[in-house]
């Protein structure tokens, strides 16, 4: 009787340690997805920043005014 509950208390500590501190356990679960999230946010950040540029580009491909505008403020001119 004895060594069966040896056995039990074993085999819950192996699987505790299995389930929450193994490479495919729960910590390494939470930690992949919050850096999931992260590169997700990153992601959606550089997106706004890309819709930005292309807006910007267009306008200096085919807006004079825009471009008499940059170019006054690159080289702070009046």
């Known amino acids: 009787m004895r060594i069966k509950k040896i056995l039990g ?4 500590i192996v699987a505790v340690y299995f389930l929450i501190l193994s490479p495919y356990g729960l910590v390494k679960i939470v ?8 590169v997700q946010e990153e992601i959606k950040i550089l ?20 471009i008499k505008k940059a ?8």
């Open 31 to 38: 930690q992949l997805k919050l850096n999931i999230w992260r």
């Open 71 to 78: 170019a006054r403020e690159k080289f702070g001119i009046e």
């Open 47 to 66: 997106q706004a920043k890309e819709a930005v540029l292309e807006r910007e580009t267009k306008l200096l491909e085919n807006d004079p005014e825009y």
């Open 9 to 12: 208390i074993l085999f819950l």
